[in-house]
């Protein structure tokens, strides 16, 4: 009966060789809804671990406020056009370029994750709101690599997308929890979830760290085999890892440098455009035009992630301007001391 329906969707017979997708429309629109909502869960876990921060750390009510209402419009009908655009992107991506996307970030977070030393926990924090859709393409590419071949793919991709909507349907639920209750029930202590973040909330962003670690072990592998599989010989794969590794270790050396010497959003658009960019001219050398096409697609992938959460980036931005004006004036009140010490 499926196979049936399916039937009438469009296939090789209405579009060129080179415009075929890798799977079913179907198949694919469910690898794009999952991937969706990780990228879900991912926003609203980050967004819950600000607010506790800012409710820890000592600031004003009148910008305390400001940043509640500022988070409360990210909801409603704008969130879901959102969700729905993010899906449909990611539908359209194919295994390949979204193999490619995977393995660019992993090594551009190793080196940074390497370079960054005492501030890798900030480090992290900002590394997790710039990986939104590289997180979409790992969880993608990762579907296809473990039910390639399954006989009812379409059965387990939708028990797949059905969990991973309650998941990011439980994630929503608790930030509008946070954002609307936390103060009040964390100071009277009667909310079982709000004492537990009061409690353990600090390990927040370690679990998202894991979390993040093992879906992109997983993606690795899996992308890797995908990009193999494209291959008829071991000479044709030589010939197009070397280029990929020397064009995406020059890119990683750029960036680091370009990150000392300008603000943060305009280091983050600088990033998108140079290595999809580079992937880009790759794809036209070792490539075919539908990588090409999709990479074009990932252009508006990555702005569909990246605007709508800049507040997340200025958000630990700031917080690292804190902390360095926090650790300036340690440093300034223990000179003294270690003047009187001295005489």
Same mark, same amino acid.
């Given at each position: =009966?499926?196979?049936?329906?399916?039937?009438?969707?469009?296939?090789? $017979?209405?579009?060129?060789?080179?415009?075929?997708?890798?799977?079913?429309?179907?198949?694919?629109?469910?690898?794009?809804? !999952?991937?969706?909502?990780?990228?879900?869960?991912?926003?609203?876990?980050?967004?819950?671990?600000?607010?506790?921060?800012?409710?820890?750390?000592?600031?004003?009510?009148?910008?305390?406020?400001?940043?509640?209402?500022?988070?409360?419009?990210?909801?409603?009908?704008?969130? =879901?056009?959102?969700?729905?655009?993010?899906?449909?992107?990611?539908?359209?991506?194919?295994?390949?370029?979204?193999?490619?996307?995977?393995?660019?970030?992993?090594?551009?977070?190793?080196?940074?994750?390497?370079?960054?030393?005492?501030?890798?926990?900030?480090?992290?924090?900002?590394?997790?709101?710039?990986?939104?859709?590289?997180?979409?393409?790992?969880?993608?590419?990762?579907?296809?690599?473990?039910?390639?071949?399954?006989?009812?793919?379409?059965?387990?991709?939708?028990?797949?997308?059905?969990?991973?909507?309650?998941?990011?349907?439980?994630?929503?639920?608790?930030?509008?929890?946070?954002?609307?209750?936390?103060?009040?029930?964390?100071?009277?202590?009667?909310?079982?979830?709000?004492?537990?973040?009061?409690?353990?909330?600090?390990?927040?962003?370690?679990?998202?760290?894991?979390? =993040?670690?093992?879906?992109?072990?997983?993606?690795?592998?899996?992308?890797?085999?995908?990009?193999?599989?494209?291959?008829?010989?071991?000479?044709?794969?030589?010939?197009?890892?070397?280029?990929?590794?020397?064009?995406?270790?020059?890119?990683?050396?750029?960036?680091?440098?370009?990150?000392?010497?300008?603000?943060?959003?305009? !280091?983050?658009?600088?990033?998108?455009?140079?290595?999809?960019?580079?992937?880009?001219?790759?794809?036209?050398?070792?490539?075919?035009?539908?990588?090409?096409?999709?990479?074009?697609?990932?252009?508006?992938?990555?702005?569909?992630?990246?605007?709508?959460? =800049?507040?997340?980036?200025?958000?630990?931005?700031?917080?690292?301007?804190?902390? $360095?004006?926090? $650790?300036?004036?340690?440093?300034?009140?223990?000179?003294?001391?270690?003047?009187?010490?001295?005489?």
């Amino acid at each position: =009966m499926f196979s049936f329906i399916t039937s009438f969707l469009p296939t090789s $017979y209405f579009l060129p060789e080179w415009l075929t997708p890798d799977t079913s429309p179907v198949d694919s629109f469910l690898q794009g809804l !999952v991937g969706a909502c990780g990228i879900s869960v991912l926003c609203s876990l980050l967004r819950v671990h600000l607010l506790l921060e800012e409710s820890s750390s000592e600031k004003n009510e009148t910008q305390s406020e400001k940043t509640t209402s500022q988070r409360r419009t990210k909801h409603g009908l704008t969130g =879901m056009l959102h969700f729905l655009i993010v899906t449909g992107i990611l539908s359209i991506v194919g295994s390949r370029v979204a193999a490619l996307v995977v393995l660019e970030f992993c090594l551009r977070a190793v080196s940074g994750w390497v370079t960054a030393g005492p501030e890798s926990r900030k480090f992290l924090q900002q590394l997790l709101v710039q990986s939104q859709f590289c997180l979409g393409c790992a969880i993608s590419c990762s579907l296809h690599f473990l039910h390639e071949g399954a006989s009812q793919r379409w059965l387990c991709l939708l028990l797949a997308a059905s969990l991973s909507w309650v998941l990011a349907r439980h994630a929503t639920s608790l930030l509008h929890h946070v954002v609307a209750l936390y103060k009040l029930h964390s100071s009277q202590r009667y909310c079982g979830i709000c004492i537990s973040l009061l409690t353990s909330g600090h390990s927040l962003l370690p679990l998202l760290c894991r979390m =993040m670690v093992i879906t992109f072990s997983v993606a690795v592998l899996a992308a890797v085999s995908i990009i193999n599989q494209h291959f008829l010989s071991a000479t044709e794969a030589l010939r197009f890892w070397t280029p990929l590794s020397i064009c995406y270790t020059l890119l990683v050396v750029y960036m680091q440098e370009e990150q000392h010497r300008l603000p943060k959003s305009q !280091v983050v658009l600088n990033t998108v455009v140079v290595r999809l960019g580079g992937l880009m001219v790759l794809m036209l050398t070792v490539g075919r035009w539908a990588d090409v096409l999709h990479i074009l697609i990932c252009f508006l992938g990555e702005a569909s992630c990246l605007i709508p959460t =800049m507040d997340l980036l200025d958000a630990a931005s700031s917080q690292e301007e804190e902390d $360095y004006t926090d $650790y300036v004036k340690r440093e300034r009140l223990h000179k003294p001391q270690e003047k009187g010490h001295e005489r």
